[in-house]
């Protein structure tokens, strides 16, 4: 692998509840909305040997305030999201959204230069 080659990172905007959360109430979770931006990937291509860089914008619409706990991401096998191929570091916010707010947080990670250029699924977890 060159450190020109590109590693294509694709994103997942939405999960369904369904299967996540199956016998949960899920009522609340539609409060809050969640926006992205890779601002230095704009289209999705992360460069092998760098740090991969994500904004994720929160807004609360609900009468109730939330706590965003953690951040942490992992790539995955594009075919199979079962399959995770590196895992990387949680990092702790502690972010209180009350009624009607909205926060921007960032997260970093770091891309192995030994990543092949194609597809890898990247999945975000937001905890609160």
Known sequence: VRGDEEVVVEE?????TEDLFEGVDSEGFSDLEFNH???EAPLGNIESGKV??????ITNHGDSEYTIHNLEASFRYHLNYDQVLQNFTAYRYGVVLKPKEQATLSYRWPIQPLFEPVDYGFTLL???
């Open 12 to 16: 997942i905007v939405q999960e369904t």
């Open 37 to 39: 931006l890779f601002p």
């Open 52 to 57: 991969g860089y994500i904004l994720l914008g």
């Open 126 to 128: 937001v905890t609160y």
